[in-house]
């Protein structure tokens, strides 16, 4: 094995490697919780925290009916590289062991100037400010990787993503003849 090769190869893993960030945050009623990149070991959470989540927060966050999340489904949502896929979660001390809260998310989508995001946070923890603050993360994110803009595709009726979407700068466009989806545009130039 050549030195160049073993080089390229040790910075294709520490590319792959999720950013040292991480912070401690207070949401709106005062109590703190953890926000750092998705992590590989990470997997089991995430897939009790989709399971955890109302049928109505699951339909909102995928756009349609889950009962539970499948194993293929849990290979795309852990699939992050942390420049073209990104993920940031949001955890709990309970019970001495990490709970996960919320997450938000990015793909890049065609030519990878754009992307595409999504959010969402437990039943129990929505309307304290949690939603906004994994959006901040996702969006400084998505600038710091380049990319120019960022969507979100929505049921017409999930009200409260509207309101985040609005509040973050997103601007709002039905999509041509559907009357059940809504696309939310942020220009991250501005």
């Known amino acids: 094995m050549s030195i160049d090769y073993a080089v390229e190869m040790i910075m294709a893993k520490l590319e792959l490697q999720p950013p040292d960030e991480h912070w401690i945050q207070a ?9 750092r990149p998705l992590h590989a070991e990470d997997r089991e959470r995430e897939f009790a925290f989709i399971n955890g ?13 889950i009962t539970e999340a499948s194993s293929t489904l849990l290979d795309q949502l852990m699939d992050v590289d942390h420049k073209r896929r990104m993920a940031y979660v949001a955890l709990l001390h309970q019970g ?18 754009r992307c595409e995001c999504a959010v969402v946070v437990a039943d129990a923890w929505q309307r304290r400010g949690l939603g ?7 969006i400084k994110a998505a600038r710091r990787n380049h990319f120019k803009t960022m969507s979100s595709l929505d049921l017409t009726d999930n009200h409260a993503m509207q309101h985040l979407a609005k509040k973050l700068g997103f601007v709002r466009f039905h999509k041509p003849a559907e009357f059940t989806d809504v696309i939310h545009e942020l220009d991250l130039q501005a």
């Open 27 to 35: 949401l709106s009623d005062g109590s703190h919780v953890l926000i």
């Open 53 to 65: 989540l109302s049928s109505n927060s699951r339909r909102f966050r995928f756009l349609g009916t």
């Open 96 to 113: 001495g062991q990490l709970k996960e809260i919320g997450v938000s998310r990015y793909a890049a989508l065609d030519s990878g100037s």
């Open 132 to 138: 906004l603050l994994l959006m901040e993360h996702l």
